[in-house]
């Protein structure tokens, strides 16, 4: 745990499931859903992100409201006072390949986790600049796939910190000192990265603008 954030990993099976704790929005958004491996992921992180802040906030967690951005950005309404007995207001969620993790901050933040595979730069080139991948096309192919996967999940992070402030034509990024540095729009940020055997997660604070 940082003195900034808390990273918190699940699997979901680990996660009990009570779908009595989606309000009537959730609901709503949970009914629209086709496939069963996405309704799933939508109850269980729902259960596990309400269940976390029921704890802080000394609140049963059908109690806590969660709110959505006009870009689906979930947060607690600042005029709650739940916000301000909370050491880390700000939250945000990612799942994949069967595993939800929840990041809560002191800063407005953003989660990306991504299980490691192979993946292709010519493929991803959409969401690339054409210097981000100059410098990856120059690279051996492990230091290639670490350094996507990283930049991949980088750019995720920083889009769900900002709630899709910039597109991609304006977010880029650049290899410095053997790691990837956020060079536009200029927002000063702090970028973290928490690997294990079977994923990489970024997380991106918004410490200011």
């Not at 680990?14 to 491996?37: H, N, Q, W």
């Not at 109850?43 to 709110?67: H, N, W, Y």
């Not at 290639?144 to 977010?171: N, P």
Request: with cysteine.
């Amino acid at each position: 745990m940082s003195d900034d954030y808390i990273l918190l990993r699940k699997k979901l099976d680990e996660i009990p499931v009570d779908i009595t704790l989606l309000d009537k929005g959730e609901l709503s958004r949970y009914d629209r859903l086709i496939d069963p491996s996405k309704k799933l992921e939508f109850l269980a992180g729902r259960c596990f992100l309400k269940r976390e802040i029921a704890t802080m906030v000394d609140k049963a967690p059908e109690k806590i409201q969660i709110s959505l951005s006009e870009n689906g950005k979930p947060y607690i309404e600042s005029a709650g006072s739940d916000v301000y007995r909370m050491k880390f207001p700000h939250f945000n969620l990612s799942h994949d390949e069967g595993t939800i993790v929840i990041v809560f901050s002191k800063f407005p933040v953003g989660v990306d986790l991504e299980e490691k595979r192979v993946l292709s730069a010519d493929t991803l080139r959409p969401f690339f600049s054409s210097r981000e991948l100059d410098i990856l096309n120059n690279m051996d192919g492990n230091e290639q796939q670490r350094s996507l996967l990283h930049l991949f999940t980088m750019k995720e992070a920083f889009i769900k910190a900002t709630d899709k402030k910039w597109g991609l034509d304006v977010i880029s990024f650049d290899w410095l000192q053997n790691s990837w540095q956020l060079q536009q729009p200029s927002v000063n940020c702090e970028f973290h990265l928490v690997e294990n055997e079977e994923f990489t997660t970024s997380i991106c604070l918004v410490t200011g603008e």
